[in-house]
């Protein structure tokens, strides 16, 4: 993205259809009934975070400055603080068995029908769950210097998206355990146990390229037209 775009400014804080990306998906979240609070965890010295922006969300939003080097140690210092702010307070009688939602910032497409969705489905699943699609593409293995060296078969094969559910003792657990993975499912399937895949759909894309920026642009404002 840096490329094209200003360097100095990180990539969730990037203009989308005038608001700042990561607004998108918070106000998503922020609007859902069963979700009681949204945290945000950014890094110790962030100073772009726009504050006066993101207050009309309301009061489930709650900043934690305790972001890590990469994702999994950023969701686990969130894990950890959050417990710090809420301690006992759960509603289930302690944080430690209360549903977490991790999502990207860098997906700002997300509908609420989605979240929704996935609560739904994963219900009381041990495991939690995660939002996915069904692979469409017919996928290529390559050799080092950019040739074929196999095609994949692509049946049961789900490209993984976010929110992720997990328990918040689970999910502490399984990232202390495999701290080195790149998505919270991973850990998760590390100790063991295997996530319940919940159908999304391509509209909740990840913002990698500049071009996807055009295009999750064109999906917010278009969304819902005929």
Same mark, same amino acid.
């Given at each position: 993205?840096?490329?094209?775009?200003?360097?100095? $400014?990180?990539? =969730?804080?990037?203009? @989308?259809?005038?608001?700042?990306? /990561?607004?998108? +998906?918070?106000? $998503? *979240?922020?609007?859902?009934?069963? /979700?009681?609070? !949204? #945290?945000? !965890?950014?890094?110790?010295?962030? &100073?772009?975070?726009?504050?006066?922006?993101?207050?009309?969300?309301?009061?489930?939003?709650?900043? @934690?400055?305790?972001?890590?080097?990469?994702?999994? =140690?950023? &969701? %686990?210092?969130? @894990?950890?603080?959050?417990?710090?702010?809420?301690?006992?307070?759960?509603?289930?009688?302690?944080?430690?068995?209360?549903? !977490?939602?991790?999502?990207?910032?860098?997906?700002?497409? *997300?509908?609420?029908?989605?979240?929704?969705?996935? /609560?739904?489905? &994963?219900?009381?699943?041990?495991?939690?769950?995660?939002?996915? %699609?069904? !692979?469409?593409?017919? *996928?290529?293995?390559?050799?080092?210097?950019?040739? %074929?060296?196999?095609? &994949?078969?692509?049946?049961?094969?789900?490209?993984?998206? $976010?929110?992720?559910? #997990?328990?918040?003792?689970?999910?502490?657990?399984?990232?202390? #355990? +495999?701290?080195?993975?790149?998505?919270?499912?991973?850990?998760?399937? +590390?100790?063991?146990?295997?996530?319940?895949?919940?159908?999304?759909? %391509?509209?909740?894309?990840?913002? $990698?390229?500049?071009?996807?920026?055009? *295009?999750?642009?064109?999906?917010?404002?278009?969304?819902?037209?005929?």
């Amino acid at each position: 993205m840096g490329a094209q775009h200003d360097e100095a $400014t990180p990539k =969730q804080y990037l203009p @989308l259809a005038g608001q700042p990306m /990561i607004r998108h +998906a918070l106000a $998503t *979240l922020c609007a859902i009934p069963a /979700i009681v609070n !949204v #945290f945000v !965890v950014l890094a110790p010295d962030d &100073v772009l975070w726009p504050a006066a922006q993101m207050a009309a969300l309301g009061p489930k939003l709650r900043i @934690l400055r305790c972001g890590g080097e990469t994702r999994a =140690q950023s &969701v %686990v210092n969130g @894990l950890r603080a959050m417990a710090a702010e809420l301690g006992d307070a759960g509603e289930t009688g302690g944080i430690g068995n209360d549903w !977490v939602l991790v999502h990207d910032a860098a997906r700002p497409c *997300l509908t609420a029908a989605m979240v929704e969705r996935l /609560i739904a489905e &994963v219900g009381e699943d041990d495991a939690g769950g995660l939002l996915a %699609v069904p !692979v469409a593409d017919t *996928l290529k293995r390559a050799y080092e210097g950019g040739h %074929v060296l196999e095609t &994949v078969p692509r049946e049961s094969l789900w490209q993984a998206q $976010t929110p992720q559910m #997990f328990r918040h003792r689970l999910l502490l657990e399984a990232l202390d #355990f +495999a701290p080195r993975v790149t998505d919270e499912a991973s850990a998760i399937e +590390a100790l063991g146990l295997a996530p319940r895949l919940v159908a999304a759909d %391509v509209s909740n894309l990840k913002v $990698t390229y500049p071009l996807d920026l055009q *295009l999750a642009e064109w999906i917010l404002q278009n969304r819902g037209k005929p």
